[in-house]
């Protein structure tokens, strides 16, 4: 079930209208002796839809995919360019040399590039941050999940000597992946496709001796380059105890909601459908015998989805063709919003917030519809959340002047 907040005030407005017309038309009609003396309750004021906007707050990024800010009490928000740079935001301010650059590592186009940065939960004292980048190797594409370190002597500048953490085979240019979070629990959480090509011709989402196709869960503190945390759900049932879900096609944007800790995932689809899940330990969320919550290929006939997590909210292309996992809300600036999570969609430029009713339905409301490309969306220290456009800007949402 979808609300559209335009529908709503309308129709209380039309309620309202109505109620003041009949209350002028008793009025003239006057009383006799008879009538009565208790006057009308007054009509109520009809509640205003929430209206959002997109605030510019810096231009000239190239291709932005990725925002972060670290704990460090500093206010940087760190930009990621797909052609392999990080650039810093502060004071007002992009700064012009790049925290990292790394270009002459990175294979950038397409859905290739350096996609995803994540700082280390004691970033501010161990100065270790991590990020995601496709790169050629002898003719192989392959992702690198890779851990820089920023310098002593300048905070804003990182030390471009990179420890490879993971890599692994692309078999394809798309249906990269290229988020990397740390969860609540300090683990380092990988976002990786199904390798590419259409319709997972390979079979890998579907597939545990591969971590195409999955969202990972490793330990990047205890030892190098990474160890496999003695909890995963396939530790010791499949070759590679990686993995933390499964039967991902293309998951683009995850998060972790602050308060809650619930892992949100926007999955993108293939020709009908994009979704966002809730991840869970071990859970299959079937790609690619399902497209969202239909069948893939699409059957004459139902198809069983035993074993698989459908997704809590999917749509179709009248609304979008891309979906980009976003955060839940929880800054001060639109308190309205607190506790929503809020994506959009690249192609549609549409962004929405979902909200679980009572009864455990998840409700979509469109926020905007903007002309923007959104690649990413990003959230600061404060829980303000941002936006952004691929064409090299960065807004923040703040409520309609």
Same mark, same amino acid.
């Given at each position: 079930?979808?609300? +559209?907040?335009?529908?709503?005030?309308?129709?209380?407005?039309?309620?309202?209208?109505?109620?003041?017309?009949?209350?002028?038309? *008793?009025?003239?009609?006057?009383?006799?002796?008879?009538?009565?003396?208790?006057?009308?309750?007054?009509?109520?004021?009809?509640?205003?839809?929430?209206?959002?906007?997109?605030?510019?707050?810096?231009?000239?990024?190239?291709?932005?995919?990725?925002?972060?800010? #670290?704990?460090?009490?500093?206010?940087?928000?760190?930009? +990621?360019?797909?052609?392999?740079?990080?650039?810093?935001?502060?004071?007002?301010? !992009?700064?012009?040399?790049?925290?990292?650059?790394?270009?002459?590592?990175?294979?950038?186009?397409?859905?290739?590039?350096?996609?995803?940065?994540?700082?280390?939960?004691?970033?501010?004292?161990?100065?270790?941050?991590?990020?995601?980048?496709? %790169?050629?190797?002898?003719?192989?594409?392959?992702?690198?999940?890779?851990?820089? !370190?920023?310098?002593? *002597?300048?905070?804003?500048?990182?030390?471009?000597?990179?420890?490879?953490?993971?890599?692994?085979?692309? #078999?394809?240019?798309?249906?990269?992946?290229?988020?990397?979070?740390?969860?609540?629990?300090?683990?380092?959480?990988?976002?990786?496709?199904?390798?590419?090509?259409?319709?997972?011709?390979?079979?890998?989402?579907?597939?545990?001796?591969?971590?195409?196709?999955?969202?990972?869960? +490793?330990?990047?503190?205890?030892?190098?380059?990474?160890?496999?945390?003695?909890?995963?759900?396939?530790?010791?049932?499949?070759? %590679?105890?990686?993995?933390?879900?499964?039967?991902?096609?293309?998951?683009?944007?995850?998060?972790?909601?602050?308060?809650?800790?619930?892992?949100?995932?926007?999955?993108?689809?293939?020709?009908?459908?994009?979704?966002?899940?809730?991840?869970?330990?071990?859970?299959?969320?079937?790609?690619?015998?399902?497209?969202?919550?239909?069948?893939?290929?699409? #059957?004459?006939?139902?198809?069983?989805?035993?074993?698989?997590?459908? #997704?809590?909210?999917?749509?179709?292309?009248?609304? /979008?063709?891309?979906?980009?996992?976003?955060?839940?809300?929880?800054?001060?600036?639109?308190?309205?919003?607190?506790?929503?999570?809020?994506?959009?969609?690249?192609?549609?430029?549409?962004?929405? %917030?979902?909200?679980?009713?009572?009864?455990?339905?998840?409700?979509?409301?469109?926020?905007?519809?903007?002309?923007?490309?959104?690649?990413?969306?990003?959230?600061?220290?404060? /829980?303000?959340?941002?936006?952004?456009?691929?064409?090299?800007?960065?807004?923040?949402?703040?409520?309609?002047?």
């Amino acid at each position: 079930m979808f609300l +559209v907040c335009r529908s709503f005030s309308a129709s209380r407005a039309s309620r309202t209208a109505t109620l003041l017309l009949l209350l002028a038309l *008793a009025a003239a009609c006057g009383g006799g002796a008879g009538s009565s003396t208790t006057p009308a309750p007054s009509p109520q004021p009809t509640p205003q839809p929430l209206r959002v906007e997109l605030e510019q707050i810096v231009t000239g990024v190239a291709s932005p995919t990725d925002l972060q800010e #670290p704990n460090d009490g500093t206010g940087r928000l760190f930009i +990621v360019e797909q052609t392999g740079t990080i650039r810093i935001f502060q004071n007002g301010a !992009l700064l012009g040399q790049p925290f990292l650059d790394i270009r002459h590592l990175v294979r950038s186009g397409g859905e290739m590039g350096l996609l995803g940065l994540a700082f280390h939960p004691n970033f501010a004292q161990n100065r270790r941050f991590f990020v995601n980048f496709t %790169r050629d190797a002898n003719g192989q594409l392959q992702t690198v999940i890779a851990e820089f !370190l920023a310098t002593t *002597a300048n905070p804003n500048l990182a030390d471009p000597v990179a420890r490879v953490v993971l890599i692994q085979d692309q #078999p394809f240019e798309n249906h990269n992946g290229g988020q990397l979070q740390f969860g609540p629990d300090g683990l380092l959480y990988i976002a990786l496709g199904d390798g590419g090509a259409g319709g997972d011709p390979l079979g890998n989402a579907q597939n545990l001796n591969t971590l195409l196709g999955k969202l990972l869960r +490793v330990d990047v503190t205890t030892a190098q380059p990474y160890v496999i945390p003695a909890d995963n759900p396939f530790v010791g049932q499949a070759p %590679r105890g990686e993995i933390w879900a499964y039967g991902l096609r293309n998951p683009w944007r995850f998060s972790f909601a602050r308060i809650t800790g619930t892992l949100f995932l926007g999955d993108v689809g293939q020709v009908t459908r994009e979704e966002v899940n809730i991840i869970t330990r071990g859970g299959n969320y079937g790609w690619n015998r399902m497209e969202g919550s239909i069948c893939f290929p699409p #059957p004459t006939t139902g198809c069983g989805t035993t074993g698989l997590i459908l #997704p809590i909210h999917d749509y179709g292309n009248d609304d /979008g063709r891309t979906v980009v996992g976003g955060y839940v809300y929880r800054g001060a600036r639109i308190p309205e919003l607190a506790g929503a999570y809020l994506f959009g969609d690249f192609i549609s430029g549409r962004i929405w %917030r979902l909200d679980q009713s009572p009864t455990g339905v998840w409700v979509r409301i469109e926020l905007l519809d903007t002309d923007s490309l959104i690649s990413s969306f990003g959230q600061d220290q404060a /829980g303000e959340v941002y936006v952004l456009d691929l064409r090299g800007t960065v807004f923040r949402l703040r409520r309609a002047s």
